[in-house]
């Protein structure tokens, strides 16, 4: 089974800082990755599907890149209501895995 | 639009089962496959199985095999998520979805005695 690793698993991060997350899967699963936002009691948002490609009604800061085994999920300008959980995904093959989750923290 | 609709929030004791639905709409339900996701409070997302709907065929993750079936009903485009002998720690909230893209809004199953 595919395991993705994701990284960190929490950050702290103020208002306007650019943000890295990282998810590596053990082995290739060329773009088949998904970048959710998850709030507290909510369920999870899709940001990014393709690796790469921006969900519709997204803001522009959220992008993703990668393909093969590293991902990067980036947010080039934090605002307040991003601070939340993120969570990779593969659906490349069976079984899908998650990410184990970054909460990022206001600083 | 494409959506996937599911049922209610479900209340249930320790070794009862419980069944989620998850209704299709907006393209052809049998033309992918429908998988069931859960998180429990707190907790991260955990990948429960998957279905295929127009075969049948349905693969487990091995901590819930033995406990739980994946089923449909092709005439009404549902699917269908069944998880036996119920614990406190199944208390989660559970997700069908037929991939990156399309998720249903999740069901609450709270199990307390």
């Known amino acids: 089974a595919i395991q993705m690793t994701q990284s960190p698993s929490s950050l702290s991060a103020s208002v306007g800082d650019r943000v890295t997350i990282t998810c590596r899967a053990s082995q290739g699963i060329r773009n088949d990755l998904g970048w959710y936002q998850q709030k507290p009691g909510k369920a999870p948002k899709l940001l990014i599907y393709a690796a790469s490609s921006l969900q519709s009604g997204v803001p522009s800061r959220f992008s993703g890149s990668g393909s093969g085994t590293d991902f990067t999920l980036t947010i080039s300008s934090l605002q307040p209501e991003d601070f939340a959980t993120y969570y990779c995904l593969q659906d490349y093959n069976y079984p899908w895995a998650f990410g184990q989750g970054t909460k990022v923290e206001i600083k | 639009q494409v959506q996937l609709v599911q049922s209610g929030a479900e209340v249930k004791k320790p070794g009862a089962s419980v069944k989620v639905s998850c209704k299709a709409s907006?393209?052809?339900?049998?033309?992918?496959?429908i998988n069931w996701v859960r998180q429990a409070t707190g907790q991260g997302l955990e990948w429960m199985g998957w279905m295929n709907p127009n075969s049948g065929n349905t693969g487990y993750a091995q901590k819930f095999q033995g406990r739980v079936t994946m089923t449909r009903n092709t005439s009404i485009s549902t699917a269908y998520m069944e998880l036996s002998s119920l614990r406190s720690e199944d208390t989660a909230v559970y997700y069908c979805?037929?991939?990156?893209?399309?998720w249903g809004q999740g069901t609450l199953v709270t199990v307390s005695s």
């Open positions: 907006g393209y052809t339900f049998t033309s992918y496959d």
């Open positions: 979805a037929r991939d990156q893209r399309i």
